[in-house]
């Protein structure tokens, strides 16, 4: 990869440049993997849940993985929430992102030309202390207009007990909202806090299973609290849009086509990396 990009982007990744910050709902009238009423209820709530797309020894061999990259990231002097853009880096991660289960997932959502942008390693080790403050992902994007969806994938079983994240319903339709730079005292992963996030809508706690996955749309609000216990909980969040997103700051580069076609020439659409 020519180019490193941060695992959690900075506010002069979109200085100046203008956004469509909307909402899109999906359009597909013949859903593959998904019903047509769930496609309604992506499109009403923003978001879907216990999406099952790995048996139990297919997950179990992805966490053996990561297992093994964890080691390695945390020798390193890096923390556990540092790998990110891994489809780039790990043949086994851009497996997962073009893993036909999940990809027929973002089709009956995006349409039948899909980006696979991003693949970040979101891991809370037990009693980390850290917490994921209310956001919007499309916040922090130079990308436009806003037509990505997040698929989660439970790498290990996230519950209520080890900060599993929590979805607001609905707030997806509010458009781009203020959000203020998070406070130290917040421990935020991430920069970005929305205050009163809960008046947009039904908190909704998206519990899964190892080898299950949600989706959400860039603009619903989200977030975490942190892992007070003794379990793990770590998701891999891969990031699909249409190829009509434009990206700047050279986050084309991060671009594989995993659907249909790239008409336009958006994205780089590298090949898939040698090393595991």
């Known amino acids: 990869m020519k180019k490193e990009f941060r695992a959690v982007p900075q506010p002069d990744d979109i200085e100046g440049m203008e956004r469509d910050l909307r909402f899109h709902p999906a359009t597909t009238e ?10 309604e209820s992506f499109n009403r709530d923003g978001f879907l849940k216990n999406l099952e797309v790995y048996k139990k020894d297919e997950i179990a061999s992805i966490r053996g993985f990561f297992d093994e990259l964890l080691q ?3 020798a390193s002097g890096e923390d556990s929430y540092s790998i990110s853009t891994a489809h780039l880096l790990y043949g086994a991660v851009w497996d997962i992102l073009t893993h036909p ?5 973002a089709r009956d959502i995006l ?3 899909v980006i696979g942008w991003g693949s970040h390693f979101f891991c809370k080790m037990p009693g980390d202390g850290k917490a994921v403050a209310w956001h919007q ?3 922090y994007w130079p990308m436009t207009p806003s037509k990505t969806a997040t698929i989660w994938l439970a790498v290990d079983k996230a519950d209520l007990g080890n900060a599993c994240m929590k979805f607001i319903s609905g707030s997806h339709h509010h458009g781009h909202l203020t959000w203020r730079p998070s406070k130290e005292e917040e421990n935020n992963v991430l920069n970005q806090t929305v205050e009163n996030a809960e008046s947009f809508g039904e908190i909704v706690p998206i519990e899964l299973e190892a080898g299950e996955a949600s989706i959400h749309s860039d603009l619903l609000l989200h977030g975490s609290d942190s892992n007070s216990s003794d379990r793990r909980r ?4 891969l990031r699909y849009c249409t190829p009509d997103v434009r990206a700047e700051n050279d986050w084309h580069e991060k671009g594989v086509l995993v659907s249909g076609e790239d008409r336009e020439g958006n994205w780089a659409n590298r090949d898939r990396p040698e090393a595991e």
């Open 111 to 113: 349409g039948p030309d």
């Open 101 to 105: 289960p999940i990809v027929a997932i």
């Open 72 to 74: 390695r990231t945390l």
């Open 30 to 39: 013949s859903p593959q993997a998904l019903s047509a009423q769930q496609v």
């Open 137 to 139: 992902d499309a916040s």
């Open 234 to 237: 770590c998701g891999l969040t």
